[in-house]
T-cell receptor, first 115, second 114 residues
Framework: AQSVAQPEDQVNVAEGNPLTVKCTYS??????LFWYVQYPNRGLQFLLK??????LVKGSYGFEAEFNKSQTSFHLKKPSALVSDSALYFC?????????????FGQGTTLQVKP | TAGITQAPTSQILAAGRSMTLRCTQD?????MYWYRQDLGLGLRLIHY???????GKGEVPDGYSVSRANTDDFPLTLASAVPSQTSVYFC?????????????FGPGTRLTVL
């Protein structure tokens, strides 16, 4: 069965410091991987995705993520955090077989960036 | 463009009552989805539709039904609400075709069943 794990409920960083939000996955075969962000009382917004090719994916708002097949991970990173990055972040995975559109989401990680 | 709209924004519903959550998209996306978001559980897929006229069950379909009469609308119905259906409900859509397309989410409906 497909699954996604975000091992940290909350990540705290100081503004200007690098941030990492962790994600590991379990899926048969090669996955499609996604990161979404949710601001308070809003829907999810797409940040970036990995399809194939370069393991380092760049997305919106200066975020990037690194696909590591051997560690089955897709950690979200940003070199310099902003207070406005504070939000709830979701990792999601989708297997390459079938076309049902079923994204499996992690439980979410709250990012707090303090001034 | 508006993208995806959901109505109502929030609702308090008595147990046993029925309710339909509305979702409309103006992006002409083929695929649409309903998720519920619960603290500590992330988002779980309730039902989906790959194209108008077709629907499928997701991870937690019990107690919910959907229809897809046209491309734009994808209503979610609770026939007889129970307190465990208290949640935030998100509708989403994607262009379809390629399964790696990202999904676009509506603002959500906060439902409380008492």
């Amino acid at each position: 069965a497909q699954s996604v794990a975000q091992p940290e409920d909350q990540v705290n960083v100081a503004e200007g410091n690098p941030l990492t939000v962790k994600c590991t996955y379990s899926v048969s075969g090669n996955p499609y991987l996604f990161w979404y962000v949710q601001y308070p009382n809003r829907g999810l917004q797409f940040l970036l995705k990995y399809i194939t090719g370069d393991n380092l994916v760049k997305g919106s708002y200066g975020f990037e993520a690194e696909f590591n097949k051997s560690q089955t991970s897709f950690h979200l990173k940003k070199p310099s955090a902003l207070v406005s990055d504070s939000a709830l972040y979701f990792c999601a995975v989708r297997g390459r077989s079938g076309n049902t559109g079923k994204l499996i989401f992690g439980q979410g990680t709250t990012l707090q960036v303090k001034p | 463009t508006a993208g995806i709209t959901q109505a109502p924004t929030s609702q308090i519903l008595a147990a046993g009552r029925s309710m339909t959550l509305r979702c409309t998209q103006d992006m002409r996306h083929n695929a649409m989805y309903w998720y519920r978001q619960d603290l500590g559980l992330g988002l779980r897929l309730i039902h989906y539709s790959n194209t108008a006229g077709t629907t499928g069950k997701g991870e937690v379909p019990d107690g919910y039904s959907v229809s897809r009469a046209n491309t734009d609308d994808f209503p979610l119905t609770l026939a007889s609400a129970v307190p465990s259906q208290t949640s935030v409900y998100f509708c989403a859509s994607s262009p379809g075709g390629a399964i790696y397309n990202e999904q676009f989410f509506g603002p959500g409906t906060r439902l409380t069943v008492l």
